[in-house]
């Protein structure tokens, strides 16, 4: 194989000097490749103790179709996450539209209606997300990066990288500039109504539409991203419930501040105890540090039975 491609990139019209290099570069020396090839022992060494087998070295054609099952499905996590923060939203709005007619109170239809709407795109979010889970679970080894990675399928994941990188920027401008902006409809809503009046939630509900848009558009174009992270096999560096390795765990992570910002944001402006509601935040973080510490420990389970085996082998 190192032959091969040393004659292949001679014909390419390398010195030798640079595909030599180059050939050492991707495979190795000998000497590190030894205990892949088995030929410790003609070597001289001791053979390396591998109590798991190799994996499987992964085609170029199906990393050019894990990445093309990616871009297809990219638009499910696109449309589920904006729903999540969309959530309230609905809460919000009836809540203000109702409470400028004459009783001057929201209307108990309003209020079911918006729960209702609550409870609907979240469970559309989630669905969204099996969805996506399903269309690649045919590639679940790619996604638990159990392959060998070969040199034609780092250099193509490489390419698809640096041919999107120019997208993924103006999308990740695009939806920062919207995150900084965002607070705007909130606090002038808030400046220019009156004291009884809840107008602010018109602007809230814009705040959380604004939010959703930039999520939408730099998880739309992250897909190039996230499909090359995984052929290089990347190590995440998100440690948090959001990553966890139980899909129940991320979908819960996923919901969890939208939902605590609806239920402070519906019992603040119906009851009117702001001096009281704010006991939601602190509930809210030491209930989310539960939900990370049970993400560390699933996480340190998986990791456990993976090493499992090797230790009773060894």
């Known amino acids: 194989m190192m032959e091969d491609k040393l004659q292949g990139l001679l014909d390419d019209g390398l010195t030798e000097s640079q595909a030599v290099g180059r050939v050492i570069a991707e495979f190795g020396t000998l000497e590190e490749a030894a205990p892949v090839l088995g030929i410790d ?34 638009w499910l996590p696109a449309t589920a996450l904006p729903l999540f923060v969309l959530c309230a939203a609905p809460l919000l709005l009836l809540i203000a539209a109702t409470s400028e007619l004459p009783q001057g109170e929201p209307a108990a239809w309003a209020l079911g209606a918006g729960i209702a709407a609550v409870l609907v795109l979240v469970a559309l979010g989630v669905l969204l997300l099996m969805a996506r889970d399903a ?77 959703a848009l930039g999520l939408a558009i730099m998880t739309r174009a992250g897909w190039s991203d ?7 096999q990347e190590e995440d560096e998100e440690e948090g419930p959001e990553a966890s390795p139980n899909p129940a765990v991320r979908m819960v992570a996923a919901i969890y501040w939208p939902v ?55």
Do not use: K, N
């Open 135 to 211: 269309r690649l679970s045919e590639y679940e080894d790619i996604s638990e990066g159990e392959f060998t990675l070969t040199a034609p399928v780092r250099a193509y994941a490489q390419e698809v990288r640096r041919e999107h990188r120019r997208t993924v920027t103006y999308a990740g401008a695009i939806a920062i500039m919207l995150w900084i902006l965002c607070a705007l409809p909130t606090v002038l809503s808030a400046l220019l109504a009156g004291e009884d009046s809840l107008s602010p939630l018109y602007g809230v509900s814009l705040t959380l539409a604004m939010v």
């Open 41 to 74: 022992t003609e070597l001289g060494r001791t053979p390396s103790v591998d109590p798991l087998p190799a994996a499987p070295p992964l085609a170029l054609d199906r990393a050019r179709a894990y990445v093309e099952a990616v871009r297809r499905s990219q």
């Open 226 to 232: 996230s499909a090359s992270g995984e052929l290089l």
């Open 260 to 314: 605590a910002t609806a239920i402070y944001l519906g019992w603040s402006f119906l009851s009117g105890d702001w001096d009281v509601t704010w006991v939601v935040w602190p509930i809210a973080g030491v209930l989310y540090a539960g939900l990370f510490s049970l993400s560390a420990a699933l996480r340190t389970d998986e990791q456990d039975a993976r090493t499992r085996p090797s230790a009773r082998r060894a």
